[in-house]
């Protein structure tokens, strides 16, 4: 085994270990004088449980970095899922956000707004689309600071989180240079994208050539989503000639999360065949990346 790999081995293994007590470094919101369009609710709390989160009208980023011996420079911003009427937090934020950390990735857990929530006014297509877009503007914005490669910024998307990557990676627009905010000043284009029993709301019928490389990964027993569905999307991206890595396992159903509440043991350590694409991409490691997939 390469020393590479081994290293990576090693954090997965320290990764499902848990690591509980983690706290963001920060939240931030997305936009300092609140999120255009929630002018009217930007003041009521949020609501929260065990494992959700809802009432959001000021979206945010939680800030989750990996200690300074161990960071790769790439960064990943995280959209748990929920049905666009929760956000799954702990789960599909948090839990995830704690390792990537632990393989090196800084993490930025999305709160975005929820467009079928009861009493919602927001759309997918203009307000969660915004959150989404104004989230990976704000990492690429601030990744001097953050030690993160403003080339190797990926979204996760988990279920209904998927169809917010889906906003944001087929309508991604350059930044506006003039701006006087800068965060506006950058780019919103992922450089990669990982997606985990996502919803498809938002796909196009054709891939663009230019959409970024996936890590595609569901149940073929997926009660919320039918797998042709999925395998549809294997091949839009097949005949973009997108790379993509695909993984439909038997069973699983929906919303496993990270795997450790499942009883199944490919559900279980699920997570190492997204830690081993991240590393075979050069995602962790650039100069690792296969000629075919390198980044320039």
Known sequence: MNPARAA?????????LGASGVEPLQVIPLWPNGAPGSEARRNEPEQAADYWVRNIHNPSVAVYLPPKEKATGAAVVICP???HRLLVYIPEGVEPARYLNNLGVAAFVLKYRLAREAGSSYTIEKDVRADGQRAVR?????AAKWNVDPRRIGIMGW???????AQVVYSP???NPHADDP???VSCRPDFQILIYPGTFGVPDVVPADAPPVFFLAANDDEAVPNRTYSSLL???QTAGIPIEFHLYAHGRHAFNMGNRSKLVSIQ???????????DSGILHPASAPAAVAKP
């Not at 990576?8 to 499902?16: K, S």
């Not at 279920?159 to 990557?165: I, L």
């Open 8 to 16: 990576l081995v090693f954090a997965v293994l320290i990764a499902r």
């Open 81 to 83: 899922g929920g049905g």
């Open 138 to 142: 704000l990492v690429r914005s601030r």
């Open 159 to 165: 279920s209904a989180g998927g169809e917010v990557v």
């Open 173 to 175: 627009t350059d930044g």
């Open 183 to 185: 965060v506006e000043r």
């Open 235 to 237: 091949v839009k991206y």
């Open 269 to 279: 350590t699920w997570p190492q065949r997204m830690a081993d694409w991240l590393l």
